[in-house]
Protein backbone atom coordinates (compact mmCIF):
# COMPACT_ATOMS: atom_id res chain seq x y z
CA UNK A 1 0.00 0.00 0.00
CA UNK A 2 1.35 3.21 -0.83
CA UNK A 3 2.02 5.36 2.28
CA UNK A 4 -0.24 8.23 2.87
CA UNK A 5 1.48 12.08 2.97
CA UNK A 6 0.22 13.72 5.89
CA UNK A 7 -1.66 17.37 4.88
CA UNK A 8 0.76 20.33 4.93
CA UNK A 9 -0.54 21.59 8.04
CA UNK A 10 -0.87 18.10 10.31
CA UNK A 11 2.95 17.82 8.85
CA UNK A 12 4.31 20.73 10.15
CA UNK A 13 2.69 20.53 13.49
CA UNK A 14 4.37 17.13 13.80
CA UNK A 15 7.59 18.42 13.07
CA UNK A 16 7.38 21.19 15.28
CA UNK A 17 6.30 19.33 18.03
CA UNK A 18 9.29 16.56 17.29
CA UNK A 19 11.43 19.92 17.12
CA UNK A 20 10.52 20.84 20.91
CA UNK A 21 11.00 17.63 22.21
CA UNK A 22 14.93 17.03 20.96
CA UNK A 23 15.58 20.65 21.96
CA UNK A 24 14.26 19.97 25.65
CA UNK A 25 16.24 16.77 25.54
CA UNK A 26 19.38 18.60 24.19
CA UNK A 27 18.90 21.29 26.30
CA UNK A 28 20.05 19.13 29.38
CA UNK A 29 22.48 17.66 27.63
CA UNK A 30 22.09 14.22 27.36
CA UNK A 31 24.64 11.95 26.33
CA UNK A 32 24.99 8.20 26.22
CA UNK A 33 26.29 6.45 29.09
CA UNK A 34 29.69 5.36 27.22
CA UNK A 35 30.60 9.20 26.36
CA UNK A 36 33.88 10.53 28.33
CA UNK A 37 32.61 13.47 29.75
CA UNK A 38 35.86 16.17 29.71
CA UNK A 39 37.79 16.45 32.44
CA UNK A 40 37.42 19.17 35.35
CA UNK A 41 40.45 20.98 36.61
CA UNK A 42 42.96 19.02 37.91
CA UNK A 43 43.09 21.94 41.04
CA UNK A 44 41.75 24.67 41.96
CA UNK A 45 43.54 27.89 43.08
CA UNK A 46 43.32 28.87 46.84
CA UNK A 47 40.99 32.24 44.97
CA UNK A 48 39.28 29.71 42.44
CA UNK A 49 38.04 27.74 45.69
CA UNK A 50 36.75 30.92 47.53
CA UNK A 51 35.34 32.77 44.64
CA UNK A 52 33.67 29.17 44.12
CA UNK A 53 32.02 28.84 46.91
CA UNK A 54 30.92 32.63 47.68
CA UNK A 55 29.48 33.34 44.22
CA UNK A 56 27.66 30.41 44.12
CA UNK A 57 26.45 30.75 47.44
CA UNK A 58 22.82 32.18 49.05
CA UNK A 59 21.94 34.21 51.96
CA UNK A 60 22.44 32.28 55.08
CA UNK A 61 19.47 30.14 56.03
CA UNK A 62 18.26 27.24 59.25
CA UNK A 63 16.89 23.66 60.18
CA UNK A 64 15.80 22.29 63.09
CA UNK A 65 20.09 20.55 63.71
CA UNK A 66 23.59 21.57 63.17
CA UNK A 67 24.23 17.91 61.53
CA UNK A 68 27.72 17.49 63.18
CA UNK A 69 27.03 14.09 61.94
CA UNK A 70 24.61 12.45 59.99
CA UNK A 71 21.94 9.88 61.33
CA UNK A 72 21.70 7.19 58.53
CA UNK A 73 23.05 3.82 60.02
CA UNK A 74 22.11 2.27 56.60
CA UNK A 75 23.58 4.86 54.20
CA UNK A 76 26.46 2.55 52.53
CA UNK A 77 23.49 0.01 51.75
CA UNK A 78 22.81 1.70 48.43
CA UNK A 79 26.60 1.86 47.45
CA UNK A 80 27.15 -1.53 45.34
CA UNK A 81 24.04 -1.17 43.15
CA UNK A 82 24.83 2.85 42.65
CA UNK A 83 28.12 1.50 41.64
CA UNK A 84 26.96 -0.10 38.85
CA UNK A 85 25.38 3.07 37.19
CA UNK A 86 26.93 6.27 38.64
CA UNK A 87 30.33 6.80 37.47
CA UNK A 88 33.33 7.58 38.53
CA UNK A 89 35.32 10.32 37.73
CA UNK A 90 32.88 12.79 37.43
CA UNK A 91 31.01 15.32 39.77
CA UNK A 92 29.30 14.35 42.79
CA UNK A 93 27.22 16.79 44.68
CA UNK A 94 25.42 15.91 48.43
CA UNK A 95 24.18 17.66 51.36
CA UNK A 96 25.37 17.39 55.10
CA UNK A 97 27.85 16.13 56.76
CA UNK A 98 30.78 13.09 56.54
CA UNK A 99 28.62 10.95 54.98
CA UNK A 100 29.21 12.93 52.33
CA UNK A 101 32.73 12.00 51.96
CA UNK A 102 31.96 7.99 52.14
CA UNK A 103 30.15 8.46 49.15
CA UNK A 104 32.86 10.19 47.13
CA UNK A 105 35.38 7.59 48.32
CA UNK A 106 33.19 5.66 46.76
CA UNK A 107 32.68 7.35 43.59
CA UNK A 108 35.89 8.84 43.11
CA UNK A 109 34.92 12.20 41.73
CA UNK A 110 36.81 14.80 40.15
CA UNK A 111 35.31 17.25 42.20
CA UNK A 112 32.54 17.56 44.92
CA UNK A 113 30.09 19.97 45.81
CA UNK A 114 28.14 20.53 49.30
CA UNK A 115 25.30 22.40 48.83
CA UNK A 116 23.58 23.20 52.36
CA UNK A 117 21.06 25.83 53.43
CA UNK A 118 23.07 26.33 56.67
CA UNK A 119 26.14 28.38 56.76
CA UNK A 120 27.03 25.86 59.86
CA UNK A 121 27.88 23.12 57.38
CA UNK A 122 30.27 25.33 54.96
CA UNK A 123 32.46 25.97 58.16
CA UNK A 124 32.20 22.49 59.03
CA UNK A 125 33.52 21.16 55.66
CA UNK A 126 36.12 24.29 55.77
CA UNK A 127 37.48 22.24 59.26
CA UNK A 128 37.07 19.04 57.61
CA UNK A 129 39.35 20.57 54.75
CA UNK A 130 41.82 21.77 57.42
CA UNK A 131 41.85 18.16 58.92
CA UNK A 132 42.47 16.15 55.88
CA UNK A 133 45.37 18.67 54.77
CA UNK A 134 46.92 18.03 58.39
CA UNK A 135 46.57 14.68 59.00
CA UNK A 136 49.16 12.10 57.69
CA UNK A 137 46.68 8.90 58.28
CA UNK A 138 43.54 7.81 59.35
CA UNK A 139 45.00 7.58 63.34
CA UNK A 140 46.32 10.95 63.10
CA UNK A 141 42.53 12.23 61.50
CA UNK A 142 40.78 10.89 64.50
CA UNK A 143 43.18 12.19 66.94
CA UNK A 144 42.59 16.00 65.52
CA UNK A 145 38.86 15.31 64.97
CA UNK A 146 38.17 14.30 68.93
CA UNK A 147 41.07 16.39 70.54
CA UNK A 148 42.68 12.54 71.62
CA UNK A 149 46.36 11.61 71.97
CA UNK A 150 46.83 9.16 69.25
CA UNK A 151 47.28 5.73 71.16
CA UNK A 152 49.91 3.45 70.72
CA UNK A 153 49.86 0.73 68.05
CA UNK A 154 47.84 2.51 65.61
CA UNK A 155 49.10 2.50 62.21
CA UNK A 156 47.96 2.80 58.24
CA UNK A 157 47.04 -1.08 57.95
CA UNK A 158 45.11 -0.42 61.19
CA UNK A 159 41.19 -1.86 60.92
CA UNK A 160 39.10 0.97 60.93
CA UNK A 161 37.42 -0.90 64.33
CA UNK A 162 40.83 -0.98 65.94
CA UNK A 163 41.19 2.72 65.19
CA UNK A 164 37.81 3.70 66.94
CA UNK A 165 37.73 1.06 69.54
CA UNK A 166 41.21 2.68 70.68
CA UNK A 167 39.58 5.83 70.76
CA UNK A 168 36.52 5.26 72.63
CA UNK A 169 38.82 4.89 75.60
CA UNK A 170 40.95 7.46 75.03
CA UNK A 171 40.30 10.80 77.14
CA UNK A 172 39.53 14.38 75.49
CA UNK A 173 42.49 16.55 76.02
CA UNK A 174 41.91 20.60 76.09
CA UNK A 175 45.23 21.50 75.27
CA UNK A 176 45.09 19.13 72.05
CA UNK A 177 41.52 20.99 71.28
CA UNK A 178 43.22 24.25 71.08
CA UNK A 179 46.17 23.56 69.35
CA UNK A 180 43.86 21.71 66.87
CA UNK A 181 41.91 24.89 66.45
CA UNK A 182 44.78 27.11 66.07
CA UNK A 183 46.00 24.77 63.74
CA UNK A 184 42.92 24.92 61.55
CA UNK A 185 42.88 28.23 61.50
CA UNK A 186 46.45 28.47 60.44
CA UNK A 187 45.86 26.12 57.12
CA UNK A 188 42.67 28.21 56.34
CA UNK A 189 43.82 31.63 56.79
CA UNK A 190 47.30 31.75 56.48
CA UNK A 191 48.21 28.52 54.26
CA UNK A 192 45.08 29.30 51.65
CA UNK A 193 44.37 33.47 52.48
CA UNK A 194 40.56 32.63 52.89
CA UNK A 195 38.81 35.37 54.34
CA UNK A 196 37.26 33.76 57.01
CA UNK A 197 35.03 35.94 59.38
CA UNK A 198 34.61 35.92 62.73
CA UNK A 199 31.42 33.97 62.44
CA UNK A 200 33.36 31.62 60.38
CA UNK A 201 35.78 30.99 63.31
CA UNK A 202 32.59 30.37 65.78
CA UNK A 203 31.17 27.97 63.48
CA UNK A 204 34.31 26.25 62.94
CA UNK A 205 35.04 26.68 67.17
CA UNK A 206 31.23 25.01 67.85
CA UNK A 207 32.21 22.19 65.61
CA UNK A 208 35.49 21.06 67.04
CA UNK A 209 34.53 21.91 70.41
CA UNK A 210 31.50 19.56 70.50
CA UNK A 211 33.73 16.82 68.75
CA UNK A 212 35.78 16.86 71.87
CA UNK A 213 33.36 17.29 74.13
CA UNK A 214 31.08 14.41 72.66
CA UNK A 215 34.50 12.77 71.00
CA UNK A 216 33.71 9.28 69.08
CA UNK A 217 30.25 8.45 70.95
CA UNK A 218 29.05 11.82 69.41
CA UNK A 219 25.31 11.52 68.01
CA UNK A 220 22.92 13.67 65.91
CA UNK A 221 21.65 15.21 69.01
CA UNK A 222 24.80 15.40 71.24
CA UNK A 223 25.50 18.85 70.46
CA UNK A 224 22.32 20.67 70.57
CA UNK A 225 21.14 19.08 73.57
CA UNK A 226 24.11 20.56 75.82
CA UNK A 227 24.06 23.83 74.73
CA UNK A 228 23.05 26.90 72.26
CA UNK A 229 24.89 27.01 69.25
CA UNK A 230 26.16 30.57 67.90
CA UNK A 231 23.89 32.05 65.06
CA UNK A 232 26.15 31.03 62.03
CA UNK A 233 25.63 27.95 62.56
CA UNK A 234 22.13 28.06 61.75
CA UNK A 235 20.27 25.16 64.07
CA UNK A 236 17.03 26.46 65.61
CA UNK A 237 16.83 23.62 67.99
CA UNK A 238 13.34 21.87 69.22
CA UNK A 239 12.43 18.64 67.83
CA UNK A 240 15.52 18.12 65.64
CA UNK A 241 15.15 14.51 64.81
CA UNK A 242 16.23 11.28 66.46
CA UNK A 243 19.74 10.14 66.41
CA UNK A 244 18.71 6.40 65.59
CA UNK A 245 21.31 5.18 68.06
CA UNK A 246 23.85 6.14 65.74
CA UNK A 247 27.19 7.76 67.09
CA UNK A 248 30.48 8.57 64.89
CA UNK A 249 32.47 5.60 65.75
CA UNK A 250 29.14 3.02 64.60
CA UNK A 251 28.85 5.05 61.17
CA UNK A 252 32.72 4.39 60.67
CA UNK A 253 32.75 0.97 61.55
CA UNK A 254 29.80 0.06 59.72
CA UNK A 255 28.91 -1.79 56.31
CA UNK A 256 27.19 -1.89 53.27
CA UNK A 257 25.07 -4.72 54.31
CA UNK A 258 27.09 -7.70 52.58
CA UNK A 259 30.12 -7.31 54.75
CA UNK A 260 32.25 -4.69 53.35
CA UNK A 261 33.04 -1.59 55.04
CA UNK A 262 32.96 1.31 52.69
CA UNK A 263 33.26 4.24 55.11
CA UNK A 264 35.77 6.97 54.21
CA UNK A 265 38.17 6.04 57.07
CA UNK A 266 37.56 2.10 56.85
CA UNK A 267 40.90 2.19 54.36
CA UNK A 268 44.29 4.07 54.11
CA UNK A 269 43.27 4.17 50.40
CA UNK A 270 39.55 5.67 51.04
CA UNK A 271 42.01 8.11 53.39
CA UNK A 272 44.26 9.28 50.86
CA UNK A 273 41.82 9.55 47.93
CA UNK A 274 39.71 12.42 50.66
CA UNK A 275 43.12 14.06 51.65
CA UNK A 276 44.08 14.67 47.92
CA UNK A 277 40.79 15.99 46.85
CA UNK A 278 40.91 18.42 49.57
CA UNK A 279 44.43 19.75 48.88
CA UNK A 280 43.48 20.40 45.65
CA UNK A 281 40.59 22.46 46.71
CA UNK A 282 37.89 20.20 44.94
CA UNK A 283 35.66 19.92 47.93
CA UNK A 284 33.71 23.06 47.89
CA UNK A 285 30.97 23.64 50.37
CA UNK A 286 28.50 25.98 49.20
CA UNK A 287 25.44 27.98 51.17
CA UNK A 288 22.24 26.98 49.22
CA UNK A 289 18.50 26.43 49.96
CA UNK A 290 17.48 23.21 47.08
CA UNK A 291 14.21 25.43 46.42
CA UNK A 292 16.12 28.44 46.16
CA UNK A 293 16.35 29.84 42.99
CA UNK A 294 20.44 30.52 43.22
CA UNK A 295 22.69 27.93 44.40
CA UNK A 296 22.15 24.44 42.35
CA UNK A 297 21.38 26.69 39.29
CA UNK A 298 24.93 28.55 40.11
CA UNK A 299 26.59 25.29 40.50
CA UNK A 300 24.93 24.10 37.11
CA UNK A 301 26.28 27.25 35.23
CA UNK A 302 29.57 26.53 36.68
CA UNK A 303 29.87 22.73 35.74
CA UNK A 304 28.89 23.53 32.21
CA UNK A 305 31.62 25.69 31.96
CA UNK A 306 34.49 23.05 32.39
CA UNK A 307 32.38 20.45 30.33
CA UNK A 308 31.66 18.36 33.93
CA UNK A 309 29.11 15.70 34.43
CA UNK A 310 27.08 14.61 37.27
CA UNK A 311 28.00 11.47 38.48
CA UNK A 312 25.39 11.28 41.90
CA UNK A 313 23.72 13.66 43.93
CA UNK A 314 22.91 12.92 47.36
CA UNK A 315 19.86 14.64 48.83
CA UNK A 316 19.65 12.86 52.33
CA UNK A 317 15.69 13.90 53.19
CA UNK A 318 15.85 17.20 52.03
CA UNK A 319 13.01 16.50 49.73
CA UNK A 320 10.24 15.79 52.19
CA UNK A 321 11.02 19.83 53.71
CA UNK A 322 10.11 20.87 50.23
CA UNK A 323 7.46 19.51 49.77
CA UNK A 324 6.10 20.62 53.12
CA UNK A 325 7.33 24.14 52.18
CA UNK A 326 5.65 23.95 48.34
CA UNK A 327 9.52 24.50 47.04
CA UNK A 328 9.84 21.02 45.23
CA UNK A 329 9.10 21.87 42.00
CA UNK A 330 11.72 24.61 42.17
CA UNK A 331 14.05 22.13 43.36
CA UNK A 332 12.98 20.45 40.90
CA UNK A 333 13.73 22.80 37.65
CA UNK A 334 16.97 23.90 39.58
CA UNK A 335 18.33 20.55 39.45
CA UNK A 336 17.32 19.74 35.76
CA UNK A 337 19.60 22.50 34.78
CA UNK A 338 22.90 20.59 35.91
CA UNK A 339 24.66 18.58 33.25
CA UNK A 340 22.83 14.93 33.18
CA UNK A 341 23.11 12.23 31.20
CA UNK A 342 21.15 8.40 31.76
CA UNK A 343 23.48 7.31 34.21
CA UNK A 344 23.69 10.87 36.60
CA UNK A 345 21.74 9.04 40.18
CA UNK A 346 19.72 10.53 42.87
CA UNK A 347 20.98 9.26 46.60
CA UNK A 348 18.02 9.97 48.72
CA UNK A 349 16.57 8.66 52.41
CA UNK A 350 13.43 8.57 53.87
CA UNK A 351 12.24 7.80 50.53
CA UNK A 352 11.63 4.45 48.62
CA UNK A 353 13.34 0.72 50.12
CA UNK A 354 16.61 -0.37 49.58
CA UNK A 355 16.86 -4.20 49.49
CA UNK A 356 17.40 -4.62 53.02
CA UNK A 357 14.06 -2.26 54.20
CA UNK A 358 14.40 0.23 57.26
CA UNK A 359 12.34 2.59 58.20
CA UNK A 360 12.62 6.48 58.40
CA UNK A 361 16.09 7.83 57.34
CA UNK A 362 17.22 4.25 57.31
CA UNK A 363 15.47 3.64 53.96
CA UNK A 364 18.15 4.58 51.78
CA UNK A 365 17.32 4.76 47.50
CA UNK A 366 18.91 5.53 44.54
CA UNK A 367 17.15 6.75 40.95
CA UNK A 368 17.92 8.07 37.61
CA UNK A 369 18.14 11.88 37.83
CA UNK A 370 16.93 12.40 34.54
CA UNK A 371 13.67 10.42 34.84
CA UNK A 372 13.37 12.31 37.87
CA UNK A 373 13.34 15.24 36.83
CA UNK A 374 11.61 14.77 33.20
CA UNK A 375 8.67 16.57 34.33
CA UNK A 376 10.50 19.45 35.50
CA UNK A 377 12.71 20.17 32.03
CA UNK A 378 10.85 23.16 30.47
CA UNK A 379 10.93 24.89 33.91
CA UNK A 380 14.10 24.39 33.66
CA UNK A 381 15.45 26.17 30.35
Known amino acids: MKPQRLPDNRRRRFLLAASLVFVII ?13 TPPKELTDQQFWNLSKESSEEDGVFRSDNLLSNESSFQYIIPNLLKTAKQGRV ?5 PEQNFTYIAALKPAIAIIIDIRHGNLDVHLMYKALFELSKDRADFVSRLFSRKRPNGL ?20 DL ?9 DVLMKKHGFALTSGDIDGIRWALGNYY ?35 YASLMMADDGLGQNRS ?17 NLVIPVVGDFGGNKAIRAVATYLKSIDAMVSAFYLS ?15 CASAASLPLDNTSSFIRSGRGRNVFGGGGVQNSSTSAMFEDLMPCLPAAR
Open 213 to 247: QFGPEINYNSSLSASVPPTIVGAIGGGFGGSNGVT
Open 26 to 38: IGVRTVPSGHAAA
Open 155 to 174: TEKSSVSDIFNAYLEAEGSK
Open 177 to 185: YEENLKAIQ
Open 264 to 280: FLASQENFEFLKDLEAR
Open 317 to 331: NVEQFLGQGGKWRTF
Open 92 to 96: YLGVG
